[in-house]
C-alpha cells in the first residue's frame, strides 16, 4: 500500500515549454528534462537567467550556401546569445549528450545545442528546418558524435520556415534576426521572473 501511495505521489514527466520572441514571429519549443537532463538544464537557466535575451538568429545554413562537396547537407536556422568570442562563457561547460544516449533525432523543427571545444557552446542553438545527418557517427561534427538534441518547436515552424527562405549566399545573414526574448510558458515549470 506504501508503494502505491508512493507511486501516485510521484508527478509525471514534465515537458517544459518556452516561448521565442523574434522580429520574424514566436515560436514554441518543448523540452523534456528527462530525455536530456544535462542540455535542458543547460538551457533553461540561460532562459531563467534571460541570458537568451536580446540575441539573434544570425545564421541560416541551406544546401545553395555549403560547399558543393559537402557529403552530409544540413538546413539550420541558428540562433543565440550575441556574445563576442573572447568573452567567457556565461556557465561552465556541460557534458555533450548524443543522441544515442537521448534517442531523440535530428528531424523537422529539433532543437540542438551547438558544441564548442567538445561541449555545450552556450551562445548557440540550432533549429533544424529538415532532417539532418547531425547525430551521433554521422558528420557534420569532426568527431562523429554529432549535436545535442534536446527539443522541437512545437509552435512556430513557419516562423522557422520563413527564417531559413532568408538564407543568404553567406550562411552569416547580413542582418541579423532580433530575439528579443525567451521565457518559460509553463506557469509551474519553474523560475519566472
Given at each position: 500500500?506504501?508503494?502505491?501511495?508512493?507511486?501516485?505521489?510521484?508527478?509525471?514527466?514534465?515537458?517544459?515549454?518556452?516561448?521565442?520572441?523574434?522580429?520574424?514571429?514566436?515560436?514554441?519549443?518543448?523540452?523534456?528534462?528527462?530525455?536530456?537532463?544535462?542540455?535542458?538544464?543547460?538551457?533553461?537557466?540561460?532562459?531563467?537567467?534571460?541570458?537568451?535575451?536580446?540575441?539573434?538568429?544570425?545564421?541560416?545554413?541551406?544546401?545553395?550556401?555549403?560547399?558543393?562537396?559537402?557529403?552530409?547537407?544540413?538546413?539550420?536556422?541558428?540562433?543565440?546569445?550575441?556574445?563576442?568570442?573572447?568573452?567567457?562563457?556565461?556557465?561552465?561547460?556541460?557534458?555533450?549528450?548524443?543522441?544515442?544516449?537521448?534517442?531523440?533525432?535530428?528531424?523537422?523543427?529539433?532543437?540542438?545545442?551547438?558544441?564548442?571545444?567538445?561541449?555545450?557552446?552556450?551562445?548557440?542553438?540550432?533549429?533544424?528546418?529538415?532532417?539532418?545527418?547531425?547525430r551521433f557517427r554521422r558528420p557534420p561534427q569532426p568527431d562523429g558524435l554529432g549535436?545535442?538534441?534536446?527539443?522541437?518547436?512545437?509552435?512556430?515552424?513557419?516562423?522557422?520556415?520563413?527564417?531559413?527562405?532568408?538564407?543568404?549566399?553567406d550562411q552569416y545573414l547580413a542582418r541579423p534576426v532580433r530575439v528579443s526574448s525567451?521565457?518559460?510558458?509553463?506557469?509551474?515549470?519553474?523560475?519566472?521572473?
Amino acid at each position: 500500500m506504501l508503494a502505491a501511495a508512493a507511486g501516485r505521489s510521484r508527478a509525471a514527466p514534465r515537458v517544459v515549454r518556452t516561448r521565442v520572441e523574434t522580429e520574424a514571429g514566436a515560436l514554441v519549443v518543448e523540452i523534456d528534462p528527462e530525455v536530456a537532463p544535462i542540455t535542458v538544464a543547460n538551457y533553461l537557466a540561460l532562459v531563467d537567467a534571460r541570458l537568451l535575451d536580446g540575441g539573434a538568429v544570425y545564421r541560416v545554413v541551406t544546401p545553395a550556401n555549403q560547399p558543393a562537396d559537402t557529403p552530409h547537407k544540413i538546413e539550420v536556422v541558428q540562433w543565440g546569445m550575441n556574445r563576442p568570442d573572447d568573452k567567457p562563457p556565461p556557465r561552465p561547460p556541460i557534458a555533450h549528450e548524443t543522441t544515442r544516449q537521448t534517442g531523440l533525432r535530428h528531424v523537422d523543427g529539433t532543437v540542438s545545442m551547438a558544441r564548442a571545444a567538445g561541449n555545450g557552446d552556450h551562445r548557440v542553438l540550432r533549429l533544424h528546418r529538415r532532417p539532418a545527418r547531425a547525430r551521433f557517427r554521422r558528420p557534420p561534427q569532426p568527431d562523429g558524435l554529432g549535436f545535442a538534441a534536446f527539443g522541437r518547436v512545437a509552435e512556430g515552424m513557419d516562423v522557422i520556415r520563413a527564417l531559413h527562405v532568408r538564407g543568404e549566399a553567406d550562411q552569416y545573414l547580413a542582418r541579423p534576426v532580433r530575439v528579443s526574448s525567451v521565457r518559460r510558458v509553463d506557469p509551474d515549470s519553474g523560475p519566472r521572473r
